[in-house]
């Protein structure tokens, strides 16, 4: 059976919902592919339920700063029934029903690209449909988790972040490979949870090293506090596991071998592209989709193959993904009228995208870091406060401890980056987001006045400790 459709996406995540969402507000006909769960990894495995695991260690953490308020042993049975509740226990019959009211169509199978502007799909039954595009097939696949080449790893079974956060029990004793944004995270929801013995194993000097150096060190600092152990510059050399699901052993070169019951995998992530049928058109299957600023492939002769998402490898961030996804469903359909596209130089990501990191303390950036503007060739001041000597962070609790960071162009006065490091400062992240993006002059900056006692005081902080 072939069917026919201007747009054909592949992948029904977040960004490919957005693209869906988008065209047929442009007036287009779409079908939508999904071999999985319609809402993606962010929905199911990795950004809805972490944060569901991770806001009872958050909250803990809230109340023993606050005198006069105590908090007793947390319900794990509980918060895994509220995971599964916010990922709709595994079922994506709503997210199918609002696709096909955008209208599109809805096709549950594995898509492949059958050579230009046609998608092969293996429907869930074994049955087999050819779709055809006549304006744009869209690439939403995003990513999955990597596993290093170390002997005997694949081989243990071991977790990632999609095993992690649909866990249904907490191990006593749990290694975690990685030191980012997962590793990081997912350390400390399983921990809280009731992991007696947890330890980080980190190639490199520290923790978040894509960020300032001091987040790192501060959420180090609260691992140490709360009994997570952190080994820095540690090499897995070898794991064994000789029975499925039960203790493994890492090696660790001159170190003493370490023993757990569970073992994550947090080293990053690669492209959802090996089953694609990227070949049949030229590109390698496994990497990802060059594209240029309007999403649209780059390697594709003809024009018709668009990539959103983690999928090309520009900003591996749900929001990010569907920021891409809006403009490309808008730039599908606007090619497909003719219209004239709008410039394309300013978007988003080119600024530094906007990221939290969900620990306790929470950590927040957008922009550039002092070293990655210097190596662009800034001229960059430098602008550090103590966010709890704000009177708002004081009056969250004892003992607050934060950090903020402002990274200024000295030439044009405007803000670079922005880093929040502490307790609930993940809410302050848009307003830096909008500084950073739109460029404002730090002189325009000075009048938007920021409400006392609030943490958003920090804002006057850092201007005042910059000059103004």
Not at 297 to 309: H, I, S
Request: hydrophobic share 40%.
């Amino acid at each position: 059976m072939a069917d026919e459709f201007d747009v054909i996406v592949i992948g029904a995540g977040p960004a490919g919902e957005n693209v869906v969402d988008r065209a047929v507000r442009g007036g287009l006909t779409v079908a939508v592919v999904e071999e999985r769960l319609a809402g993606g990894e962010c929905s199911y495995w990795a950004c809805v339920p972490s944060k569901a695991l991770l806001r009872p260690i958050d909250l803990a953490g809230e109340v023993s700063r606050v005198p006069g308020l105590s908090l007793g042993e947390i319900d794990v049975a509980a918060v895994l029934a509220r995971r599964d509740e916010a990922v709709g226990r595994y079922d994506d019959s709503g997210q199918v029903r609002w696709i096909n009211s955008v209208p599109a169509e809805f096709v549950r199978g594995h898509g492949r690209i059958d050579g230009p502007k046609r998608v092969h799909v293996t429907t869930v039954e074994g049955g087999e449909r050819v779709l055809t595009a006549r304006q744009a097939v869209v690439l939403a696949t995003g990513s999955t988790a990597a596993v290093p080449p170390v002997p005997g790893l694949r081989e243990a079974n071991p977790w990632t972040s999609h095993e992690v956060t649909a866990a249904t029990a907490i191990p006593e004793r749990l290694a975690v490979v990685g030191g980012g944004v997962v590793a990081c995270e997912m350390a400390q929801a399983m921990h809280g949870l009731g992991a007696r013995q947890t330890t980080l194993l980190v190639r490199g000097g520290g923790l978040l090293a894509r960020m300032e150096p001091f987040a790192g060190e501060m959420v180090a600092d609260s691992f140490a506090e709360a009994g997570i152990e952190v080994r820095t510059h540690t090499d897995v050399a070898r794991v064994e596991r000789p029975e499925p699901g039960g203790k493994v052993t890492l090696h660790l070169g001159e170190e003493p071998p370490l023993e757990a019951d569970e073992l994550l995998v947090a080293t990053g992530r690669k492209p959802a592209t090996r089953d694609l049928g990227l070949a049949s058109v030229g590109l390698k299957d496994g990497d990802y989709v060059h594209v240029d600023d309007s999403l649209r492939a780059t390697e594709v002769p003809e024009g018709w193959l668009y990539a959103v998402g983690d999928v090309n490898g520009r900003t591996l961030l749900t929001h990010m993904g569907k920021y891409q996804a809006r403009i490309c469903g808008d730039v599908i359909a606007a090619r497909a009228r003719g219209d004239e596209l709008p410039a394309m130089r300013d978007l988003a990501d080119g600024y530094g995208a906007p990221q939290v990191v969900f620990t306790d303390p929470q950590v927040c950036a957008v922009g550039q870091t002092e070293e990655s503007a210097r190596e662009a060739g800034f001229r960059v001041r430098v602008v550090d406060y103590d966010i709890g000597s704000v009177t708002g962070a004081y009056l969250l609790g004892d003992g607050y401890r934060g950090r903020a960071r402002a990274v200024v162009d000295e030439d044009r006065k405007v803000l670079l980056g922005v880093t929040f490091v502490g307790p609930g400062v993940a809410e302050l992240l848009h307003s830096a987001t909008i500084a950073v993006t739109a460029e404002v002059p730090l002189d325009r900056l000075w009048h938007a006045v920021p409400s006392f006692p609030t943490v958003s005081e920090i804002w006057l902080r850092l201007l005042e400790t910059y000059g103004l």
